[in-house]
């Protein structure tokens, strides 16, 4: 079972960056395709962002195209996400998660592994 830690989250004002990072413990971390997701305050887990395991493939949720960007570095077993532009509505815990999966899915329940997650607050 891999095991993903999250780290990057933070405070940042409406309009500004952050990037957050994945490490995963595991040999094989070029064989999962990775995704992040998050969950706001009484709301539902959601998809933000997926890349399959050669970087072949990713995909956005509609909110977040053009303003995040997913990347990955095998030779790091880490999962990157760049968050530019950023609106309070992105305020969430950010998850990473892991799936053995060739295609890049879009729903939490594809995602075999989790990691903590991290808070991400954007103040307007």
């Known amino acids: 079972q891999v095991q993903l830690v999250e780290s990057g989250g933070g405070l940042v004002q409406a309009g500004g960056s952050l990037r957050l990072s994945c490490a995963a413990h595991?040999?094989?971390?070029?064989?999962?395709?990775m995704g992040w997701f998050r969950q706001a305050t009484e709301k539902e887990r959601e998809f933000v962002a997926g890349i399959s395991w050669n970087s072949g493939s990713t995909r956005y949720a509609d909110s977040v195209k053009g303003r995040f960007t997913i990347s990955r570095d095998n030779a790091k077993n880490t999962v990157y996400l760049q968050m530019n532009n950023l609106k309070p509505e992105d305020t969430a815990v950010y998850y990473c998660?892991?799936?053995?999966?060739?295609?890049?899915?879009?729903?939490?329940?594809?995602?075999?592994?989790w990691g903590q997650g991290t808070q991400v607050t954007v103040s307007s």
């Open positions: 595991t040999r094989a971390f070029s064989s999962y395709t």
């Open positions: 998660a892991a799936d053995r999966a060739i295609v890049v899915f879009t729903t939490p329940q594809q995602y075999d592994a």
